[in-house]
């Protein structure tokens, strides 16, 4: 995310697009099986939540962080404002 901040230009907006579960890990149903998914394969052993998305890109440098309503689609956006 330092990377993306870095390179775009003042006032720019970064999307992440992916699947999110809430914080409590097991809803939406569609995120909370992608988070199960990187639990079994990954070693991290997990999916990043909103707030966790927002703290990533806070500490990169960008000013806010939104979350789209789910209504988008299956996975939910995140837009990040430099």
Do not use: C, W
């Not at 992440?16 to 052993?45: E, Q, Y």
């Not at 966790?52 to 890109?57: C, D, K, N, P, V």
């Amino acid at each position: 995310m330092r990377k993306v901040h870095a390179a775009m230009s003042p006032g720019g907006r970064a999307a992440i697009v992916d699947l999110v579960p809430n914080p409590d890990r097991v809803t939406p149903p569609t995120a909370a099986a992608f988070s199960l998914m990187m639990l079994a394969g990954t070693p991290s052993g997990d999916a990043y939540t909103f707030a966790e998305l927002e703290r990533i890109s806070q500490d990169a440098g960008f000013a806010r962080v939104e979350l789209a309503p789910p209504e988008i689609g299956i996975d939910r956006l995140v837009i990040a404002f430099r």
